[in-house]
Nanobody, 124 residues
């Protein structure tokens, strides 16, 4: 059983930056595909970025060039650096872990464990 706890959310103005962290316990993230998802009010949960067991990454087109996903296997921590934030980035951000399969993807149904989320609000 993997427990995931996100932190780092907050309120920023357009163009600002935030860094999200997700600390895992109960298992080592080295063995999992890891990802960040987000869900805005009234919208479906969508994939933002993922990282596979070997460090390969994939980023949604909507955040490409602005968001960077990384992980630290030693600290069992997943991170998301968010730069040039826009009001449309406002959402609850969730960390997720998937066991089966080596390569990552942004399909929410392929992830097994989820954190409680951290709220990001970007004002214009």
């Amino acid at each position: 059983q993997v427990q995931l706890v996100e932190s780092g959310g907050g309120s920023v103005q357009t163009g600002g930056s935030l860094s999200l962290s997700c600390v895992a316990s109960g298992a080592t993230i080295r063995n999992y595909r890891m990802a960040w998802f987000r869900q805005a009010p009234g919208k479906e949960r969508e994939g933002v970025a993922c990282i596979d067991r070997y460090g390969g990454t994939s980023v949604a087109d909507s955040v490409k060039g602005r968001f960077t996903i990384s992980k630290d296997n030693a600290d069992n921590t997943l991170s998301l650096q968010m730069d040039s934030l826009k009001p449309e980035d406002t959402a609850m951000y969730y960390c997720a872990a998937g066991f089966a399969g080596a390569l990552c993807n942004l399909m929410k149904y392929s992830y097994d464990y989820w954190g409680q989320g951290t709220l990001v609000t970007v004002s214009s």
